[in-house]
């Protein structure tokens, strides 16, 4: 049972467009989410978060946008960069909670 | 520098040997995890240890052991019994903040397990 899915594995973006990396959750105790990055053979890195009582958080070119109502999150990278390739996991925690429930990942193609 | 290492980055066994994955954070967390990724697949948490000597099966903990001695080391056993060791093994430490989000969780390297 996925608690945390990314339903594609896979996106490929032009170089200074938007990209957008979707999550979905089935748990509504979930208080917080998080965002990490990972390259290959490298440990994934936090890259932004955002609590429930938020529907938006932004740091830099990335910003995450959160819908309760439909147990959606989605991260926004703008404008898209080459050395943003990488997989991207959407995690989820409840609060008081550190057990972090991770999606499948998405492996983000930048082109030049 | 403040950080969690794996050794070894990567490691092979025969079919049959235990094999121990070394885990270390200076980072002060209380909590560590053990995660395993395998091709196609997110992060299956296998162990984890909020506190010295404690410790708690993750989704997939069935051949495999861990210990907790020290706050600072968090070591996996892969066992015999493991049927399908093979894939790249991720630990993890993070703080544990019951009041807020502070709970982002730090990797290591990651170290990629080979069985023959």
């Known amino acids: 049972d996925q608690q945390v899915k990314q339903n594609s594995p896979s996106l490929s973006v032009q170089e200074g467009r938007i990209s957008i990396l979707n999550c979905d959750y089935t748990?509504?105790?979930?208080?917080?989410f998080l965002w990490y990055k990972k390259y290959p053979a490298e440990g994934p890195t936090f890259l932004i978060s955002?609590?429930?009582?938020?529907d938006k958080n932004e740091d830099g070119r990335f910003t995450v946008f959160l819908n309760k109502s439909a147990k959606h999150l989605s991260l926004h990278i703008v404008p898209s960069q080459p050395g943003d390739s990488a997989v991207y996991f959407c995690?989820?925690?409840?609060?008081?909670?550190?057990?972090?429930?991770f999606g499948a990942g998405t492996r983000l193609f930048v082109k030049a | 520098d403040g950080g969690i290492t794996q050794s070894p980055k990567y490691l092979f066994r025969k079919e049959g040997q235990n094999v121990t994955l070394s885990c270390e954070q200076n980072?002060?967390?209380?909590?560590m995890y053990w995660y395993r990724q395998d091709p196609g697949q997110g992060l299956r948490l296998i162990y984890y240890?909020?506190?010295?000597?404690?410790?708690q099966k993750g989704d997939i903990a069935e051949g495999y052991s861990v210990s907790r001695e020290k706050k600072e080391s968090f070591p996996l056993t892969v066992t015999s019994a493991q049927k399908n060791p093979t894939a790249f093994y991720l630990c993890?430490?993070?703080?544990?903040?019951?009041?807020?989000?502070?709970?982002?969780?730090?990797f290591g390297p990651g170290t990629r397990l080979t069985v023959l």
């Open positions: 748990n509504s105790m979930f208080d917080y």
């Open positions: 995690a989820a925690l409840g609060t008081g909670g550190f057990k972090t429930i």
């Open positions: 980072l002060n967390h209380d909590a």
């Open positions: 240890s909020q506190i010295v000597n404690d410790f």
């Open positions: 993890a430490s993070s703080p544990i903040d019951y009041d807020g989000p502070n709970n982002e969780q730090f």
């Open positions: 955002i609590s429930s009582i938020k």
